[in-house]
């Protein structure tokens, strides 16, 4: 919490996220490919002791604040 806390102060915003691990690739790829700095977060959710069930995993991007103008441009990534 207190990561996420300092990250949104001190240069870094959330710009995507999701629980498709086939779309956070896809985002990725492109932000890659526009060479935009970026970092990236995994949280996982649920009970993981009755093997995963009910597991879920959020894939969060954060950008560096000034090149959130960029994200127009690979924002349409579908």
Do not use: C, P
């Not at 949104?8 to 060479?35: C, H, I, N, P």
């Not at 009970?47 to 127009?72: A, C, I, P, W």
């Amino acid at each position: 919490m207190l990561k996420k806390i300092f990250d949104y102060f001190f240069g870094w915003e959330l710009a995507y996220s999701t629980q498709s691990v086939e779309d956070y690739a896809r985002f990725m790829g492109k932000l890659m490919d526009a060479g935009i700095k970026y970092r990236s977060n995994l949280v996982n959710q649920g009970d993981s002791h009755r093997g995963g069930l009910g597991q879920f995993t959020t894939y969060e991007v954060l950008v560096k604040k000034e090149d959130m103008y960029k994200l127009n441009e690979v924002s349409h990534f579908n």
